[in-house]
């Protein structure tokens, strides 16, 4: 039995990882983790039997507690409950699905008790790559990739020399506004927004893809999980959504990854990896798909990209302020209390005012983080 544990088993991610479980016998949960959404979590709570749950707010977890007393089933709360289902003892690969910062410390204690990662949280390579990827190599833990971009990189790498490689070539959607200006950009909803075209992913990350910042934090990730230098990723909009990611090589020989937009696929390689499983799903068939286009990304319009790609060529502290700005901008926006467009002044305003700091330590990490909440909240 390979046996896991899902930090954010509610969100996106964590249902499709569950749904991957059901298909495969072999696999049992140990932990699930998530922020509040109790009623989901109590669900899979009884059909998967994990020895450990963890729920964030700590008031959902004495209640959820309560409802789940007939299970086997132990309640934690809290940062602490994250950590203790990170290092559950005989858990072998933890999934990190949580969306946002709260997933570095989770991630680091899974590392350091030699848990392989199947990493689908971005934030802690964009912010704690510095510590992340060093940590890994001194305890012989696999970070494997879960974004489907990064995903896709990773198969095209397989069994090639690790530096022969000169592009990553990171596709985009291009998101709901592709070819939009910025004067019809200005007028877009929430909901319009919310309707990515291709992905169904949590609420925070179509939002993300449609400012392009999600590309952008991705870059800033394939710099750390592939060592590649920032002017050696290139974003290419693949509109269709079905090359997922190309690898340009020295000789000139381009590989790429092919498939249905489906994260089935490689939440599932990365749990196996390097086995390859029978998938149950659409298959991509390239008579009926005819053709494929590609674009450049429009980062005047799309400022999102553009200010990561400043964010990761300043390092050390600045792609935690950008980060933060945006999780700040983001929760306004899901709220209704700013605009699309106002995404951008707040990441802009809130690098412009930071001081780097070369190589933060993760105190100096969080605390960034929290200095970056307090400006905003004084600010707007």
Known sequence: MKKIGILGSTGSIGTQTLEVVRHNSDIQV????????????????????????????????????????????????????????????????????????????????????????????????VTAGHIIMPLAQERGVSILPVDSEHSAIFQCLHGEHPRTFKRLLLTASGGPFRGYDKKRLAKVTLEDTLKHPNWVMGQKITVD??????????????????????????????????????????DGAVMAQLGTPDMRLPIQYALYYPERRFLPGDRLDLFTLGTLTFERPDMDT??????????????????????????????????????????????????????????????????IQADTDQWLESRW
């Open 209 to 250: 893809s449609a400012t392009l910042v999600n590309k952008g934090l991705e870059v800033m990730e394939a710099c750390w999980l592939f060592q590649a230098d920032l002017e050696q990723v290139q974003v290419v909009v693949q509109p269709q959504s079905v090359i997922h990611s190309m690898v340009e090589f020295e």
């Open 302 to 367: 799309f400022q999102g990209l553009a200010l990561a790609m400043g964010a990761a060529r300043a390092g050390g502290s600045m792609p935690t302020v950008f980060n933060a700005a945006n999780e700040w901008a983001v929760r306004r926006f899901l709220r209704g209390e700013i605009r699309f467009l106002d995404i951008y002044e707040v990441i802009r305003s809130s690098m412009e005012r930071h001081q780097v700091k070369k190589a933060p330590s993760l105190e100096e990490i969080l605390e």
């Open 30 to 125: 140990l932990g699930l983790a998530a922020g509040s959404n109790i009623d989901l979590l109590e669900k899979q709570i009884r059909e998967f039997k994990p020895e450990l749950a963890a729920v964030m707010d700590e008031g959902k977890a004495r209640e959820l507690a309560v409802r789940i007393q007939d299970t086997g089933t132990r309640v934690t709360g809290g940062m602490d409950g994250m950590l203790e289902l990170a290092v559950l003892a005989d858990m072998e690969i933890l999934v990190t699905a949580v969306v946002g910062m709260i997933g570095i410390r989770p991630t680091m204690e899974a590392i350091r008790s030699g848990k392989d990662i199947a990493l689908a949280n971005k934030e802690t390579l």
